[in-house]
């Protein structure tokens, strides 16, 4: 390990995780070790500078996590689709939530013409394919800022990655948090429980089997530039929008 510093300092750092949590919240890990109900289900980016638990001043145990490049929800990834599912069945969490940021290297990329490297270098392959939704988004969206950035591009031959500050990349941002919500609303194991379906009564048993929960789909954006969390107030419960009650 001392060929690599940097690694003994996560370890160093994990020391002090075990000591702060200790001291602030003496038998925490103890009693999670018998079993996690965590209230919140979070999907969120991969980007390294919006860690939940950190952001959201939460503690381990809190939150029940799916994280991947541009918080996408997409059929037939099994991975967030199990988390999600996991969460709502067995877990039982009462909200799940979708949070995008600013700044976004996924949006980023799927604003920005295709990559040349993408026809022989199989990362970057990879890459176009994973943002591939986004970029059908950003082709498809009627909101005004996007309008008007494809319109200002539009003899473009190639269009450059944006600035964090470009209008229309802040708004595909919080479209894809709302492109996310809506999938995860489509989803089947959402669908069971028949969300935003008003003749349905839509309660479950909690994992505890005690209180009846109702189930909540939320979209949130973080910016990397204040630390700030906004709610984009697309939330959909038990009875659809929100807004709409
Ligand atoms: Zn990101």
Redesign the pocket.
């Known amino acids: 390990m001392s060929r690599f510093p940097e690694l003994q300092e996560l370890m160093s750092g994990n020391g002090e995780f075990r000591n702060e949590t200790e001291e602030e919240h003496p038998g925490l890990v103890e009693e999670l070790a018998q079993g996690q109900h965590p209230k919140f289900a979070y999907l969120?980016?991969?980007?390294s500078r919006?860690p939940e638990t950190e952001v959201f001043g939460a503690e381990i145990g809190d939150l029940f996590v799916s994280r991947n490049?541009?918080?996408q929800f997409n059929i037939d990834d099994l991975s967030a689709e199990t988390t999600i599912s996991y969460a709502i069945a067995h877990l039982g969490v009462q909200h799940v939530i979708v949070m995008?940021?600013y700044?976004?290297?996924?949006?980023q990329a799927a604003i920005a013409s295709e990559s040349d490297e993408a026809s022989t270098d199989i990362g970057e392959a990879r890459i176009d394919t994973w943002i591939r939704p986004i970029r059908s988004l950003f082709k498809s969206s009627n909101h005004s800022h996007i309008v008007a950035f494809r319109e200002a591009h539009a003899d473009d031959e190639t269009i450059a990655a944006p600035n964090r500050t470009e209008p229309a990349f802040r708004a595909l941002?919080e479209e894809n948090v709302k492109q996310q919500v809506r999938n995860l609303a489509d989803d089947s194991s959402v669908l069971k429980v028949s969300l935003s379906s008003p003749s349905t009564e839509l309660k479950r048993s909690s994992s505890s089997g005690e209180e009846p929960v109702e189930l909540w789909l939320h979209g949130w954006v973080y910016d990397v530039d204040t630390g700030l969390v906004t709610d984009l107030g697309v939330s959909v419960g038990p009875s659809g929008s929100a807004d709409s009650e």
């Not at 969120?44 to 980007?47: F, K, L, P, R, S």
């Not at 700044?103 to 949006?107: D, L, R």
Request: hydrophobic content about 40%.
């Open positions: 969120g980016c991969a980007d919006v490049v541009g918080n995008g940021h700044g976004c290297g996924a949006v941002v």
